[in-house]
Nanobody, 124 residues
Framework: QVRLVESGGGLVQPGDSLTVSCTAS????????IGWFRQAPGKKREWVAGIRSSGDSILYADSAKDRFIISIDRAKNTVYLQMDTLKSEDTAVYFCAANEGGWPSPSEYEYDYWGQGTQVTVSS
């Protein structure tokens, strides 16, 4: 069974760092791209960052540049999103998704598999 499972979300204070993980099972991330998206309450889901499985293509949304780092550990079949200097506006459910086409894309319609999400709350 193909699954993506996010983990690592939680409650943090503004300025803190947090790393969320996305682990694939039932398939290997080779030849896939993984994207991170987020959805805040009352807002549309938005793209955050994406990485090709080889690691040679990485894209960030403007909101994530300079603060977030996406990385992949192919041995663990896991993609990470390290988030630094978190702000209250980063509060959202964070989803990962796999794109069988192999290239990261900001369009959610390019992704074939989705995880259930992990909640990240930034609040003092």
């Amino acid at each position: 069974q193909v699954r993506l499972v996010e983990s690592g979300g939680g409650l943090v204070q503004p300025g803190d760092s947090l790393t969320v993980s996305c682990t694939a099972s039932g398939f290997t991330l080779n030849y896939y791209a993984i994207g991170w998206f987020r959805q805040a309450p009352g807002k549309k889901r938005e793209w955050v960052a994406g990485i090709r499985s080889s690691g040679d293509s990485i894209l960030y949304a403007d909101s994530a540049k300079d603060r977030f780092i996406i990385s992949i550990d192919r041995a663990k079949n896991t993609v990470y999103l390290q988030m630094d200097t978190l702000k209250s506006e980063d509060t959202a459910v964070y989803f990962c998704a796999a794109n069988e086409g192999g290239w990261p894309s900001p369009s959610e319609y390019e992704y074939d598999y989705w995880g259930q999400g992990t909640q990240v709350t930034v609040s003092s």
